[in-house]
């Protein structure tokens, strides 16, 4: 490794804070050393200094995003290189957002979520990236125009579904499955606005849309029409079209 890859390695995102590290490993995250039991009684990590440093996160994301115009929020896995199908999907997904008057919100990594941001800005739109603090530190890819990182899981969570009028899954990881019941959840619930959800990939979706039907309806334990809050597809053009419908749809009953 030369003098200035080893440079850049040690290069992290410390919440929002860029800091050089050495190679000692990260002991934990911010998130871990709040939800563990065991108490951490370094001042920095008291509980009353976190809840300022909670505190300050919101401010810092509601401060950034606030005249944020419309944004639909793409997920999807962090592993996806560089021209791999799911990445070229993203890519397209992104500029065709773009190109409907939609600004690009991703969770600013590398992979699929790289991939929507680059598409966004290789179309002259508003690409958001909203990082967040791991103990492999990925940064915010270079394709993002305002970005913020985060440490805590929850507020980077509130800015995604407080700043998006709709959510699109591709194909990702635990991080993605999560992001994409947390805002079924929240829309089956009334919690947040009843904004259009995609699935993107049919082949990598409807093993779970089949088990959702197979299990969850036909056991009871949601609604036949819960599975008609996300449109599956493999079609950016549909995608965009069905996201577009649904806001039309919302204007005309306001």
């Given amino acids: 490794m030369n003098r200035k890859q080893n440079h850049e390695k040690k290069r992290l995102l410390r919440g929002p804070v860029l800091v050089r590290q050495s190679d000692k490993p990260v002991r934990s995250t911010y998130d ?10 370094d001042w920095n990590h008291a509980d009353p200094w976190r809840v300022l440093r909670i505190q300050s996160e919101f401010v810092t994301g509601f401060d950034a995003l606030h005249e944020l115009p419309p944004a639909v929020t793409v997920f999807g896995s962090a592993r996806h290189p560089v021209g791999s199908p799911y990445y070229e999907l993203g890519r397209t997904l992104g500029r065709k957002l773009v190109e409907s008057q939609y600004a690009v919100i991703t969770g600013g990594g590398p992979g699929v979520m790289e991939s929507a941001n680059r598409g966004a800005q290789e179309a002259d739109g508003l690409s958001v990236g909203l990082g967040i603090e791991l103990p492999k530190e990925q940064g915010i890819n270079e394709y993002v125009d305002l970005g913020v990182n985060f440490r805590y899981f929850f507020a980077r969570k509130t800015m995604f579904l407080k700043y998006s009028q709709a959510f699109v899954c ?4 635990f991080g993605t499955l999560d992001e994409l019941f947390e805002v079924l959840c929240m829309v089956q619930t009334g919690k947040v606005t009843n904004y259009p959800i995609v699935l993107m990939g049919v082949d990598f979706w409807q093993p779970l849309v089949q088990w959702l039907t197979d299990r969850l309806v036909a056991e009871g334990m949601i609604a036949a029409d819960d599975l008609e809050l996300f449109l599956l597809t493999d079609s950016v053009d549909e ?13 005309e009953r306001t």
Avoid: F, N, T
């Avoid at 871990?32 to 009684?41: I, K, S, T, V, Y």
């Fill in 170 to 173: 591709l194909p990702g990881g």
């Fill in 239 to 251: 995608a965009v079209a069905h996201i577009m419908a649904v806001h039309q749809s919302m204007r």
């Fill in 32 to 41: 871990q050393r709040l939800l563990e039991h065991e108490a951490d009684h």
